[in-house]
């Protein structure tokens, strides 16, 4: 069975920081790029990072402040978030993408989110 797990959400104080966590079970990580999108209240989901054995993608957004990671022995992928701002605030999920340096889009399976709430 497929699963994705997120960890790491909390609540934050403007400029803090966050280290998301994406454990994924029932399938081989290595195989997969990996994407880290989030949802605020209100809006469209929107990719955040994403990152395959060769190449990222990070939106506007997220360009010097997030950094994202994977370990495939442990089947792990990892979002550290720095100097959050309250625009930042969201439900954020972990999937499986297709990806290039210059885009990534959703592909089928995705975890149940964890929630990041910086104020101001």
């Known amino acids: 069975q497929v699963q994705l797990v997120e960890s790491g959400g909390g609540y934050v104080q403007f400029g803090g920081s966050l280290r998301l966590s994406c454990v994924a079970s029932g399938f081989t990580l290595e195989n997969y790029a990996i994407g880290w999108f989030r949802q605020a209240p209100g809006k469209k989901r929107e990719g955040v990072s994403c990152i395959s054995n060769d190449d990222t993608w990070q939106a506007d957004s997220a360009k010097g402040r997030f950094t994202i990671s994977r370990d495939n022995a442990k089947n792990m992928v990892f979002l550290q978030m720095n100097n959050l701002k309250p625009e930042d605030t969201a439900v954020y999920y972990c999937?499986?993408?297709?990806?290039?340096?210059?885009?990534?889009?959703?592909?089928?399976?995705w975890g149940q989110g964890t929630q990041v709430t910086v104020s101001s």
């Open positions: 999937g499986t993408v297709g990806m290039t340096s210059r885009w990534c889009v959703e592909y089928d399976w």
